[in-house]
């Protein structure tokens, strides 16, 4: 699961069933990576960082890997 925000090039709108209507880019690309969005509710700031704070930890957790050269 993705948590996102609400913005235009993710979120086309919410539709009578108050469910989200995804822009079809976003649903297309969603599909192919194989994870399923979820839309950050309006006007709840406490729930912006949510899946910032997944990446932070892994980034902690994960071993450091070999450093990159560049060439050229």
Do not use: N, Y
């Not at 399923?36 to 709840?44: E, G, I, S, T």
């Amino acid at each position: 699961m993705i948590l996102t925000d609400r913005m235009k090039t993710v979120l086309i709108g919410m539709g009578d069933d108050h469910k989200p209507q995804w822009h079809s880019l976003f649903a297309d690309f969603a599909l192919a990576m194989g994870f399923l969005p979820k839309v950050c509710r309006a006007r709840r700031p406490q729930t912006k960082g949510q899946g910032r704070k997944g990446c932070a930890l892994r980034e902690r957790k994960l071993p450091a890997g070999p450093p990159i050269h560049h060439t050229g």
